[in-house]
């Protein structure tokens, strides 16, 4: 088993993570039987594997480990990885398209990659200023935030940020502006060493 | 960090124990981003909408519960949690968990605030800005019916908070308050919306936090669904109430006799007014007259 391997077996907080997937594809299942009501449920999904990537960079030792000789760079470039669990779940979802809802798969995939990019990099970026457990409060604060644009959809004209049947180009725009943010918070999170 | 002396038992000593973690609670960055959201997005709505005076005024207190609400669960979960970190320097001093537990009750109190004044501010704006004549709320309703739907927004706010501390003094795990929230916006969703349209409405009104205005429908109308919305407000506070002893059940040393009358008291309490709030009030949904400028199809 190669180091990265053996690193994130033993260093990711798996449990969490792993809840917060089960609560994804629990919240996916509610999605087959009530499909009326996919646009709240579908961004509950999204919450769940948001949450889930919001614990990937928790590490109770991170004060110890974050100046071992491999270096901190290694480590938050290891754990990156693990984001690639959340994402599959919500790829599944999107692909299955549960209840026959109409998800436009390209645009959804979007929106989810986005939002799991711009937390993953949070919680790297907090992790690189030596915040141990960033997911205790940022898992159920992009939780939040990922349901909230639901309450704005039917009292504004601009309509709804998780579109069913159909996706507009400035929804896709801004959802491209939520990926790039999220690309950017990587980037400098991702940078060698830390920023106490 | 407070200097304040907390006696050792007593009325002055839970009074100060309550006025440290309301202070906590009103400081908390997450709670007050939610409230800064809560009227930011009100303000967007009121400068954004097209129509003279405000449009679906019963709808927008799930506005506030929702940001405030919603938040408040998060930050009074961090607060509970954070007093476990000196769990055993904490247990060696006089007074149990339960009494902490009370004390954290109070995070309660800056929520309800925040709540009370997103509604008054509501009521002000649409005292000014007025409403259509066709609109549910005073003059169409009964006065008692939009002060109670009014308020709930204040008791959701408040009950966020205590189901917070709920939360975080059984669910130990990350992210539990995470769970808590996601798990409040689907059991409230599926909870009412099958039933909404449905001849049997009323049952609707078990969940957290159930709506009694639709919002404008395509022809011009707004649907008042049915339930006693007054009965209902109490059935919230009844919920508060039981969130406030479940979380000081979790103190083995809490459960007396006289502590356990109670939580099954409060308990009935809640089931008589759930049933109130089901049976009377208005027993079909209603629509109100058309208004002409919101017909879209």
Known sequence: MSARLWYLRHGVA????????????????????WPDVAGVLAPAVLACCAGAAAFVYDEDALPVVAVTPRGAGWRRTARLGVTLLPMSVW???????????PFVRPGWWLLGGATLLLVTGSAA?????????PGALLAPVVALAAVAPVTLAGMFSWGSLYPIGDFPDPVRAVWLGVALSGAVVCVVALRPGLRP | MSSLSVPASGLAGHRAMAVIEARRMARHPVFLLGVVLAFVVLGLF??????????VVLTLPLLGAFYIGLT???AAARLTSSTEVAAEAVATAPGTEARRTLGLAATGIPAFLAGLAFSVVLVVVAQVQGVAPQEWWFGTLPDWQVWSMLLMCPAACLGGALLGVLTARWLRFRGASAMAVVALIVVSLLGQAPLL???SSEWRLRVPWAIFHTGDNADGTQTLIAGNPGAYLGYMLALCVLAVLGAMWHDR?????RFRALVAAVAATALVLFAVAATTGSHDNRDSDPIPSRVTG
């Not at chain 1, 999107?94 to 026959?100: D, F, I, M, S, Y």
């Not at chain 1, 970026?125 to 457990?133: E, F, M, N």
């Not at chain 2, 009121?46 to 449009?55: I, Q, S, W, Y």
């Open chain 1, 125 to 133: 970026l907090a992790s690189r200023r030596l915040v141990p457990t």
């Open chain 2, 46 to 55: 009121l400068a954004t909408k097209k129509e003279e005076g405000v449009p």
């Open chain 2, 253 to 257: 040393t809490a459960r007396t006799p």
């Open chain 1, 91 to 101: 790829v599944v979802v999107v692909a299955l398209r549960p209840g026959e809802v």
């Open chain 2, 197 to 199: 349209e449905t001849s």
């Open chain 1, 14 to 33: 798996w449990l969490p993570v792993l809840a917060c997937c089960a609560a994804a594809a629990a919240t996916a299942l509610l999605v087959v039987r």
């Open chain 2, 72 to 74: 408040s669960v998060i």
